[in-house]
C-alpha cells in the first residue's frame, strides 16, 4: 500500500541534542512537508520541498533543518537551537498540480527528557 | 497573506444530532482551494473534501455534507446524525495557486465530541 511513514513514532530529547525524524513516502509525490502541532493547535509549517534537492522554510523555521536528497525521504532535524521542542510532529506529501490534498504520516511525538 | 479562521475551538454533541462545523478564510488570489480533514485520536490527517475556488456546488457525500459560499468566504460542513465515530479534530485549509503556491494554511481545528 503506498503511503507515507514517519519514524519513530514517539522520540525523547536531552538538553543540547540534536535528534532526526524520519519520514518516507512511496507515493511518488513531489511535494513533501513538515507540520508541528502543539496541544489544541492547528498545523504550523516548518519547512517544505516541491521537488528534489530544493526546499524552503515555512512560518516557524528556526531551530530546525531539512534535506532532500531523494524523492521519497524528507528528514528533519530538530536542533539544539530549537527550545521547546515538544509537540507532535507531522509529514505530509502532495502529488504535483494544483489543488491537491496533502497525504498525512501518523506523526512523531517529541518529548524533552 | 491567506488566513483560514475555525471559530469553533470544541463542540459536544449528543449521538444523532447534526453539527455544522464553520470555516471562514482570507485570500487575494483568485484561484484557490478549500480542504477538509479529520484527524482521529490516532493523529494522521485524513483527507475528506476539496473545493476549487470556481466551482460553488454544494457536495454531499453520505451522512456529510459541506456548503461553499465565495461571498460570505465560508466552506462550512455540516454532519447529519452524528455518530460516535465522527469524534475527532476537524481542520479546514486554504491552499492558493499563485501567491503561495505549494503551500496550505490551516484552520485551528474544532474539536467534535459526540456523545452516546
Known amino acids: 500500500d503506498g503511503g507515507i511513514t514517519q519514524s519513530p513514532k514517539y522520540l525523547f530529547r536531552k538538553e543540547g541534542q540534536n535528534v532526526t525524524l524520519s519520514c518516507e513516502q512511496n507515493l511518488n509525490h513531489d511535494a513533501m512537508y513538515w507540520y508541528r502541532q502543539d496541544p489544541g493547535q492547528g498545523l504550523r509549517l516548518i519547512y517544505y520541498s516541491q521537488i528534489v534537492n530544493d526546499f524552503q522554510k515555512g512560518d516557524i523555521a528556526e531551530g530546525y533543518s531539512v534535506s532532500r536528497e531523494k524523492k521519497e525521504s524528507f528528514p528533519l532535524t530538530v536542533t539544539s537551537a530549537q527550545k521547546n521542542p515538544t509537540a507532535f510532529y507531522l509529514c505530509a506529501s502532495r502529488d504535483r498540480g494544483g489543488g491537491q490534498p496533502q497525504h498525512f504520516g501518523d506523526g512523531t511525538r517529541l518529548s524533552i527528557l | ?116
Do not use: H, M
Open chain 2, 1 to 116: 497573506a491567506q488566513k483560514v479562521t475555525q471559530a469553533q475551538t470544541e463542540i459536544s454533541v449528543v449521538e444523532k444530532e447534526d453539527v455544522t462545523l464553520d470555516c471562514v478564510y482570507e485570500t487575494r488570489d483568485t484561484t484557490y482551494y478549500l480542504f477538509w480533514y479529520k484527524q482521529p485520536p490516532s493523529g494522521e490527517l485524513v483527507f475528506l473534501i476539496r473545493r476549487n475556488s470556481f466551482d460553488e456546488q454544494n457536495e454531499i457525500s453520505g451522512r456529510y455534507s459541506w456548503n461553499f459560499q465565495k461571498s460570505t468566504s465560508s466552506f462550512n460542513f455540516t454532519i447529519t446524525a452524528s455518530q460516535v465515530v465522527d469524534s475527532a479534530v476537524y481542520f479546514c485549509a486554504l491552499s492558493e495557486a499563485y501567491a503561495n503556491a505549494g503551500k496550505s494554511t490551516f484552520g485551528d481545528g474544532t474539536t467534535l465530541t459526540v456523545k452516546p
